[in-house]
């Protein structure tokens, strides 16, 4: 019996890592996915069989490990890859989420989707080339979406005769912008995709590098604290009130359902139900599979409250320590993802966490040179794939958190009215000033 | 480690409830899609977890193609009850009647025709969201869906023109005739699949599991041998200890020869698997792109 299967019997807690790649065209992504797959065991023989297919057909013989990841039929034709792709793989110590994101300059937004929700991002650089305007651009998009680890794979080392002072010389280049960029784990990692080095074995060609396998990195990266435990938030999805139930107990059963998005609720525990701001007390933890003293962020869960309080979707419980900001004028930093500009005094829906409002961007302050890293002050619009700082004003007060302190309720979307299309991702400042009780006692 | 933790059955878990109560907070009109299917049967479990002790705030739906095995559409129809749950039936056979579908000459396939029927049910029924249980481990077409799949009001999927998803911030805003299709188990694996049909001691249909089957040899698969598929006169018919890996038609659904006669046992299989799932199903060879074209076409 294998060790998969062993695992499932006595239940040894396996996690998930989520990662993206990023890199420009021809850096080997798909093919540096691929060879994670083929080299850990993860493909089967009919994918590989395919693989042969095409390989006969268009590739001289030559197995092309991109066309695993590349699914769509104008991506094998243009070789290329046009939208987010996801793998899936694992060993006996993790799960792992890929997000193959493109590196075409058009195709920004692709990579904030991907990147938006992975513990690590890794860079793919030609060692070649060195770093270029995408390396930079990847890593600074890397760094405004938080994410907490990044991996520098510097790639094709064969081609430069396996050179330790190559390396060396394009680490150099990273450090020297990365100090203007928030990322606290950074590993820089020499290998050859194509042929299987430093992948998942490590190579002969680099006896002067002493760290891990990018595999062995991605087993065991510390990825536990990555969410949020700190100042409980739960937007209210949706409320919970059966028809005509035919358990008595039941009749008068109102719980408020949702995804914990920070910290810890216990029952007896008191809380704070926005906009209302009225004061109440965990009742009861409802789960289908039983009620339950806490929970925690990111379990979902169903909350019944001491007080009969008016609280629908979009509304948001708070627990009394680490208060959130509530108010109507916002900055942010927004990536923007559609050909059609932002222009300030246009009105958009936003949508944070499980409310959508009406907002008009009031003003853009800068926006950000990914080039130079500098802040470019008022720009007349921002246009697809750029970067930028801009001031908002909402219909309604939101309920949140800087960005930097809570990814889940310091985030939104920007969606166009009539079109329907997101056309932006946002990342909050912190509040200037976070909720009081009114009068000194909110209780009711 | 802390106990703070979930292992990473309770993240895909907690990651779909709150797809589902999405669906329930931004759709008016949602339906979720049961076949009776390992996936489905999963998805059903989640929308439990998501809505209890509510009714399921939608009903279940699903596209009858004629040519499902019998011990799927038994099992759909008694979860369904057991469940109090609403189960719409469509069939490909009145879609045909109606001439909503038009079978090329000689089409015994039912795959293609399924498309305009659950699009004529999406209309009749108004639905504007249908909850599906679509995995991206599944095919390179699927691996590039969004949870939160966009179609226009023909029912097509554009591949190239996707809505950007960010976080856990699904855009659900829709016009008139626009509908959604929402994939809440996208990031599940077979493996993590049966796992959590162990861990939720989850019933399934029996087919799953090893049984004694007449089958032929065909197209480097053992089809199941019955009305639709007769053996032809060159075909040698053989009594096989056989299970299904999964199910499409009776028509195209390969068997595969297992011992697996339980949960565990079909865990084992999987994880010592050297083809994947879909290396059993007819409907996905026909080319390269033959799911991609399903999809641009409207469907899953």
Same mark, same amino acid.
């Given at each position: ?444 | ?119 004529? =049910? ?8 249908? $909850?599906?249980? %679509? &995995?991206?481990? *599944?095919?390179?077409? /699927? +691996? ?115 011992? =697996? ?8 299989? $999987?994880?010592? %698997? &050297?083809?994947? *799932?879909?290396?059993? /199903? +007819? ?18």
């Amino acid at each position: 019996m294998s060790l998969t299967a062993l695992s499932t019997t006595t239940p040894v807690p396996v996690d998930i890592l989520r990662f993206n790649t990023c890199g420009s065209v021809d850096d080997g992504k798909s093919t540096l996915i691929g060879r994670l797959l083929y080299d850990s065991k993860s493909l089967m023989e009919d994918q590989i069989e395919a693989l042969e297919r095409s390989a006969d057909i268009t590739g001289g013989g030559q197995i092309n490990l991109a066309n695993l990841t590349d699914g769509l039929r104008a991506e094998r034709e243009q070789g290329i890859t046009i939208d987010v792709a996801y793998r899936y793989f694992a060993t006996p110590r993790r799960k792992f989420i890929i997000a193959d994101t493109p590196g075409h300059v058009q195709y920004t937004r692709n990579m904030v989707t991907g990147a938006s929700s992975a513990n690590l991002s890794i860079v793919l650089v030609d060692a070649r080339l060195g770093v270029i305007e995408q390396s930079r651009r990847h890593t600074a998009i890397a760094a405004l979406l938080r994410i907490p680890h990044l991996v520098v794979a510097v790639n094709k080392m064969d081609l430069v005769g396996w050179s330790e002072a190559r390396f060396q010389e394009i680490r150099a280049q990273f450090e020297e912008f990365l100090p203007r960029l928030d990322i606290k784990d950074v590993k820089f990692i020499p290998m050859s995709a194509l042929n299987g080095d430093n992948v998942v074995d490590a190579s002969v060609h680099t006896p002067w590098y002493g760290g891990p396998t990018l595999l062995n990195h991605l087993e065991t990266v510390h990825i536990a604290s990555d969410w949020n435990l700190n100042g409980f938030r739960l937007p209210v999805q949706w409320v919970n009130r059966p028809n005509n139930p035919t358990d008595q107990t039941l009749h008068d059963f109102r719980g408020f359902s949702g995804q914990i998005a920070g910290g810890i609720v216990r029952t007896g525990q008191k809380i704070i139900a926005f906009p209302a701001g009225i004061v109440t007390t965990v009742k009861q933890i409802w789960t289908y599979d039983g009620p339950v003293q806490e929970a925690f962020c990111p379990q979902s869960v169903t909350l019944v409250l001491e007080h009969d309080i008016d609280i629908s979707r979009g509304s948001m419980l708070v627990g009394l320590d680490h208060l959130p900001g509530s108010t109507t004028e916002l900055q942010a930093e927004v990536c923007w993802m559609h050909a059609r500009a932002l222009q300030p005094g246009k009105k958009y829906f936003l949508k944070h966490t499980t409310q959508t409002v009406q907002v008009v961007v009031t003003e853009i302050v800068n926006k950000l040179n990914l080039d130079t890293l500098e802040a470019e002050p008022a720009p007349a619009e921002l246009g697809v794939n750029d970067i930028g700082e801009i001031r908002l004003r909402a219909a309604k007060p939101l309920v949140f958190d800087g960005y930097a302190i809570n990814r889940l309720t310091g985030s939104f979307i920007l969606i166009e009215q009539g079109t329907n299309a997101t056309v932006a991702a946002g990342m909050l400042r912190p509040p200037r000033e976070i909720v009081k009780p009114e009068n000194g006692d909110y209780v009711i | 480690m802390s106990s703070y933790h979930l292992d990473h059955l309770q993240h895909l878990e907690t990651e779909a409830i709150h797809i589902m109560r999405e669906v329930a907070g931004e759709f008016e009109r949602p339906a979720l899609l049961f076949s009776g299917g390992k996936d489905s049967i999963c998805l059903l479990r989640l929308a439990e977890k998501a809505f209890r002790p509510s009714d399921l705030p939608m009903p279940l739906l699903n596209v009858d193609t004629g040519h499902h095995f019998p011990e799927l559409n038994e099992f759909r129809d008694r979860r369904a009850q057991e469940l109090g749950g609403k189960l719409i039936v469509r069939t490909v056979e009145e879609a045909i009647a109606k001439g909503i579908a038009q079978p090329a000459p000689g089409e015994i396939s039912r795959n293609r025709l399924q498309i305009p029927t659950l699009l004529a =049910a999406i209309e009749e029924f108004r639905f504007d969201c249908c $909850i599906g249980g %679509a &995995r991206r481990d *599944e095919e390179k077409a /699927r +691996a590039k869906e969004r949870f939160f799949s966009f179609r226009d009001s023909f029912g097509q999927w554009d591949p190239k023109n996707q809505r950007p998803e960010i976080w856990n911030l699904y855009n659900g805003r829709l016009n008139q005739g626009e509908n959604m299709r929402v994939f809440p188990i996208s990031n599940w694996t077979e493996m993590d699949v049966w796992e959590y049909i162990q861990r939720e001691q989850l019933e399934v249909p029996s087919i799953y599991f090893s049984h004694k089957r007449q089958c032929v040899r065909r197209g480097g698969q053992w089809l199941p041998v019955n009305a639709l598929v007769p053996p032809k006169a060159n075909e040698d018919v053989r009594e096989l200890v056989v299970r299904v890996r999964t199910i499409g038609d009776i028509i195209s659904t390969g068997c595969v020869e297992s011992p =697996a006669t339980t949960t565990t046992d079909i865990i084992a299989e $999987i994880a010592a %698997a &050297r083809v994947t *799932e879909r290396g059993s /199903r +007819a409907d996905d060879k026909s080319s390269e792109a033959a799911m991609e074209d399903r999809k641009k076409a409207g469907y899953f």
